[in-house]
């Protein structure tokens, strides 16, 4: 299998830590220069005509796309560590807790990069810099909520790490880098006290 990756971005982020978080060996990571505009040639629209990393391409040459899909595929295969629920009410609880940092703080936090940040100019085109400012104040209120729901239990989606763990930790760290937003600094002890936590695993650091 070859996975269709990239350094610095986000999305691909959260499957190679899903990947090590279980352990898979064997997938070959081959990687896409967003700022040279890789992902916009011939040859990688092939794989993904909407030129967007990751990208997964099994063995019988199907190419599965959208990060979402990729990691429930490899939760398929390889079930053990378990990271997306062990039947069906706690796939439930954990797929909301991942939708809800997916879609309002991951979401968040890339709008207001690639509408704010200088160095993301060539892949957000035009850019609107008033809606990228409005997008990181939103992404703040969705991370004091986090910040709250942290304070009553260990990890995202209750007592046990799951795929949300990786969802916003990916999220907070692209805003750590890109948006300089340590939630410590701003009053959500919580939130950063899970952050350096996950940090600390072995699966997140970057392949």
Known sequence: MKLYTSTFAPNP???TMFIAEKGIAGIENV??????GEHRSASFLAINPLARVPALELDDGRVLCETRAICTWLEGM?????????DFEERAFIEMADRRVEFHLFAGI??????????????EQPQFPDFGASQGEKMRDVARWLDAELANHPYVAGNRFTVA????????????GLMKFHPGAEGMTHLQEWRDRIAARPAAGRP
């Open 165 to 176: 763990d990786i969802t916003a930790f990916c999220a907070l760290e692209f805003a750590r």
């Open 31 to 36: 990687m896409v220069d967003l700022a040279a």
């Open 13 to 15: 982020r959260r499957v």
């Open 110 to 123: 890339a709008n207001s990069v690639r509408h704010s940040h200088p160095g993301l100019a060539n892949l």
């Open 78 to 86: 390889y079930p053990q560590p378990n990271l997306m629920g062990e």
